[in-house]
């Protein structure tokens, strides 16, 4: 045996030493390894539909009150009009946005909501309205995920229904019919600010309009703006609000809304 070959041997015996060794302390891989049994997820009963509230959900308005709802302006009670199951903006003078009593972070909600059929005007003046994912002050202050007749209604893309107003564009244009009702399912994942009031997170949204995907986990750049770029003010949780437009076409209505806090 030459010196090439010894030195070849001691090589060999090493990487068989090596390969037991590895084969000693990692015991060969199962299934139950990568199976995750705890914690379970708590059990929620669905809605008859996926339209209807999952048991674990905050229903804010069920066709019958305005009990989970308040003005804006004064948090005085909310003066908008119930009747048929239905909710309808009140664009009388003074009356203004409403706002749930409650305060919410992360969420999912479900809306539903209509233009009349017999809607009239154009452009941004055509069933005009808002959901504003957090309402961070009496006027139209927050989040405004825009409600708009855009069926065959051009306005600016970033300000048509589906928008985060003046900031997304929806991936699609999902409108149905003016006098038919349309959804929202959304899910808002609310901004984080440091203790001096800097922004530590921003806010996100995912949008399903009609059920189909308009804004997908879009990062919002601050709060809605109408003139300039929006930027953020801290908070930290906030009521959802519903915006009374002041363009005069007819008002719209709201129907089934319901929110589940996310942990
Ligand atoms: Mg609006």
């Not at 664009?91 to 009356?95: F, I, R, S, T, Y």
């Not at 203790?195 to 922004?199: C, E, F, I, K, V």
């Given at each position: 045996m030459n010196a090439y070959s010894l030195k070849l041997l001691a090589l060999t015996t090493l990487l068989a030493a090596s390969a037991l060794t590895a084969a000693q302390v990692s015991p060969k891989p199962k299934?139950?390894?990568?199976e995750v049994w705890h914690p379970v997820p708590p059990v929620v009963t669905p809605g008859r539909t996926d339209a209807d509230p999952p048991s674990d959900a905050v229903v804010?308005?069920?066709?019958?009150?305005?009990?989970q709802w308040v003005s804006?302006?004064?948090?005085?009670p909310a003066q908008w009009l119930v009747h048929d199951g239905i909710l309808t903006v009140n664009?009388?003078?003074?009356?203004g946005n409403i706002e749930t009593k409650r305060k919410f972070k992360d969420y999912q909600l479900h809306i539903e909501w209509r233009i009349p059929a017999d809607i009239t005007g154009s452009g941004?003046?055509?069933g005009n309205s808002g959901v504003f994912?957090?309402?961070?002050?009496?006027?139209?202050d927050g989040y405004e995920l825009q409600v708009l007749d855009s069926y065959e209604n051009q306005t600016y893309v970033n300000g048509m229904?589906?928008?985060?107003?003046?900031q997304s564009i929806p991936l699609v244009n999902a409108a149905r019919k003016p006098g038919e009702w349309q959804s929202y399912d959304v899910v808002w994942t609310a901004p984080r600010f440091n203790?001096?009031?800097?922004?530590k997170t921003p806010a996100y949204a995912t949008v399903f309009w009609n059920g189909v995907?308009?804004?997908?986990h879009f990062e919002l750049k601050g709060q809605t703006l109408y003139i300039g770029k929006p930027f953020y003010k801290a908070y930290d949780r906030a009521p959802i609000k519903l915006q009374a437009h002041g363009d005069k076409s007819a008002p719209i209505s709201f129907r089934n809304i319901w929110v589940r806090e996310l942990p």
């Open positions: 299934p139950e390894d990568t804010l308005f069920d066709g019958k009150n305005l009990d804006a302006q004064d948090h005085a664009k009388a003078h003074g009356v941004q003046a055509r994912l957090a309402s961070t002050g009496p006027g139209d229904a589906g928008s985060l107003y003046k203790q001096d009031g800097s922004l995907l308009v804004d997908d």
